[in-house]
């Protein structure tokens, strides 16, 4: 019987939410007034209530992909857009049509894309959702053409550079997990999301 090696991925560790909150907070609970949480039953953005309060960014549980994902939408979103609940999105859970589908995915490329590149800075593995297992199992719907619009979309930002905060936040993620890879510099392709 042949020995087969197990080869350690990185420490679990290393992707708890925590340091991503930490992180987070130190670039924005000032500057913003916004705050990064975990622990929530879905993703919500709460505007704060009042004069001196914070601004709260709340993400799934303690899952590592949902606060990067939340926080993408942060990053995106201007100044109109974070002083509205959830940003002033829709959304539509498991079980959308085409159309909502479509829909979903026209906002959801850039957030993805930005995400990708916060995976990126940690050393975490990206990968797209269309957010539709039911709808991808059907064969109604092909999810290629969403992945080759976030890829498009990432390689956009390696030409005009990333948003203000979302590159802030990148350089405090390469600082925080040790990597140092100039966001210009990133190799971005199909076969990495896949």
Not at 54 to 73: K, T, W
Not at 116 to 144: I, K, M, P, Q, T
Request: hydrophobic share 45%; charged share 20%; proline share 5%.
């Amino acid at each position: 019987m042949a020995m087969v090696e197990k080869v350690p991925g990185p420490p679990v560790e290393l992707f708890q939410s925590a340091r991503l909150e930490r992180v987070f907070n130190a670039c924005f609970s000032f500057t913003y007034n916004t705050r990064l949480c975990g622990g929530a039953d879905e993703p919500l953005y709460l505007p704060a209530a009042a004069a001196g309060d914070y601004h709260l960014l709340y993400y799934r549980q303690d899952y590592f992909a949902s606060a990067l994902h939340e926080v993408s939408h942060w990053c995106i979103a201007g100044m109109q857009r974070r002083a509205q609940l959830d940003f002033g999105y829709w959304y539509a859970p498991e079980g959308r049509s085409v159309a909502q589908q479509l829909a979903f995915e026209a906002v959801e490329r850039k957030p993805q894309a930005l995400e990708w590149y916060f995976s990126r800075a940690c050393g975490y593995r990206f990968r797209v959702s269309a957010d539709n297992l039911e709808l991808a199992n059907s064969g109604a719907h092909d999810v290629a053409a969403f992945e080759r619009a976030v890829l498009e979309q990432a390689l956009a930002w390696q030409r005009q550079g990333l948003p203000e905060r979302a590159a802030l936040f990148y350089r405090a993620l390469c600082r925080e997990f040790g990597t140092a890879v100039p966001a210009a510099q990133l190799p971005f392709t199909l076969a990495a999301i896949r």
